[in-house]
């Protein structure tokens, strides 16, 4: 029984030897089934050596030597195949424990690159940020160059301006200060030679001031003053031109001495209130304090009688438009100039302006357009106002007293003075260019 389980174990062992030692991940199968082969070698070997031993008491078993044979052939046979199986599994172990060493050294080596490649990636990461920031620190000095660059062309085009400026301006300061140097010699030439010029050229001033009193103003005492202050400036100059100078002076101051001067001060005044008192004359017809009282006298009485109501309509009617409308009767030959109160308006403007224009011809010594603008204005108030009122009897008889006056001046219109220092300054003012 024990020899019929040993062969059915051997017969397994042999029958799962070829699937065993084919496939590399049943080696820990494999080396269980040859514990268990030892295992039955080592039991069998205990049953081989008991057997001598129990031989006296069972001589009848003797015949089972050649048993035991083929159960050492077997046992023998099972080692040899655990031997094989034993050095197939440490080839198979030197294999696996090889291939995991190997496997780690990749692994390993694998690690390595690895690091070296994400190491190599974090530089080459760095180095593109570092390009990056380098093209944006090229572009912004591009940039700059380029903004730079107009700013040097602008600054080129001023510096041009500037120097074009500069140079004129070194020019006109060369030219400038020949100028200068030229009016310094003159000036210093002329100080040398006239010490007194400028009372020469104060004189001539005053002068200049007298005849313009004289030709414009119409003012001789004016230009009197003038010509006494242009000869005390002269004094003790005694040279020919100045010496004839002075003698002009003094002819103009006779002729002007000469002319009689009016009061056209106190007629100016006279104008100004007659302008004024022209608002306060009286139309011819409205005077009469009787005439004014009848203008108001009621010529009919409504009655008392009902009967009477359209005679006492129409006369209220005439009484209420009465007030309004007024009837004034003149002379027959003065029926021609009656006046309506916006033509009363009209006619006291028209007297204001002739008497604005006297005043304007008296500023201007035009003794014809004096006279006549006051007799127009004469003839208007004694057409139009009342001649028995007094303020129109005061007013016809100041307009013919100025109509006498004569304003107008017998004054030279040229000075010889005048003439004279023309003379002398154009002779001086060139001999100081030349």
């Given at each position: 029984m024990q020899e019929s389980k040993d062969q059915n174990q051997a017969n397994q062992a042999a029958a799962q030897e070829p699937a065993a030692a084919t496939p590399a991940d049943s080696a820990a199968a494999l080396e269980a089934q040859a514990q268990e082969l030892l295992q039955s070698a080592d039991t069998q070997r205990a049953q081989s050596n008991q057997a001598p031993q129990d031989a006296p008491a069972a001589p009848a078993q003797q015949p089972a030597a050649p048993e035991d044979a083929s159960t050492l052939k077997q046992l023998q046979r099972v080692r040899s195949r655990c031997s094989f199986l034993s050095l197939c599994c440490l080839v198979l172990a030197a294999a696996v424990i090889g291939g995991g060493v190997y496997c780690y050294q990749e692994l390993s080596l694998l690690k390595q690159a690895q690091s070296a490649v994400d190491s190599k990636a974090a530089a080459l990461d760095a180095a593109q940020s570092s390009l990056t920031q380098a093209q944006q620190q090229a572009a912004a000095l591009i940039q700059t160059n380029q903004t730079l660059q107009q700013s040097s062309a602008q600054l080129m085009q001023a510096q041009s301006a500037l120097a074009a400026k500069v140079e004129a301006l070194t020019k006109a300061q060369a030219s400038e200060r020949v100028t200068a140097t030229k009016l310094q010699e003159q000036l210093a030439q002329y100080a040398a030679r006239d010490p007194s010029a400028w009372r020469v050229a104060e004189?001539?001033?005053?002068?200049?001031?007298?005849?313009?009193?004289?030709?414009?103003?119409?003012?001789?005492?004016?230009?009197?003053?003038?010509?006494?202050?242009?000869?005390?400036?002269?004094?003790?100059?005694?040279?020919?031109?100045?010496?004839?100078?002075?003698?002009?002076?003094?002819?103009?101051?006779?002729?002007?001495?000469?002319?009689?001067?009016?009061?056209?001060?106190?007629?100016?005044?006279?104008?100004e209130q007659l302008y004024r008192d022209t608002a306060k004359l009286v139309l011819a017809g409205m005077s009469d304090p009787k005439q004014r009282a009848a203008a108001f006298e009621k010529q009919h009485?409504?009655?008392?009688?009902?009967?009477?109501?359209?005679?006492?309509?129409?006369?209220?009617?005439?009484?209420?438009?009465?007030?309004?409308?007024?009837?004034?009767?003149?002379?027959?030959?003065?029926?021609?100039?009656?006046?309506?109160?916006?033509?009363?308006?009209?006619?006291?403007?028209?007297?204001?302006?002739?008497?604005?224009?006297?005043?304007?011809?008296?500023?201007?010594g035009a003794q014809a357009n004096f006279a006549a603008n006051l007799h127009e204005a004469a003839r208007l108030v004694d057409t139009y106002f009342d001649k028995e009122n007094a303020l129109t009897e005061a007013m016809l008889n100041a307009l013919a007293q100025l109509s006498a006056v004569t304003i107008e001046l017998d004054m030279p219109r040229v000075l010889q003075s005048h003439q004279r220092f023309e003379k002398l300054a154009a002779a001086r003012i060139h001999g100081l260019q030349g």
């Open positions: 004189s001539y001033f005053e002068v200049a001031e007298a005849y313009r009193q004289t030709a414009f103003a119409r003012n001789p005492t004016a230009a009197i003053w003038n010509l006494q202050q242009a000869d005390r400036l002269l004094v003790n100059i005694e040279e020919e031109d100045i010496l004839a100078v002075r003698e002009a002076i003094a002819a103009d101051l006779s002729a002007l001495s000469a002319v009689k001067v009016p009061d056209l001060t106190g007629v100016s005044l006279r104008l009485e409504p009655t008392e009688n009902i009967a009477d109501w359209k005679n006492n309509l129409v006369t209220s009617a005439k009484e209420f438009s009465s007030r309004f409308i007024e009837i004034r009767r003149r002379a027959p030959d003065a029926a021609a100039e009656f006046l309506s109160p916006q033509q009363e308006t009209y006619l006291r403007e028209n007297i204001r302006t002739r008497l604005l224009l006297a005043k304007l011809a008296l500023t201007q």
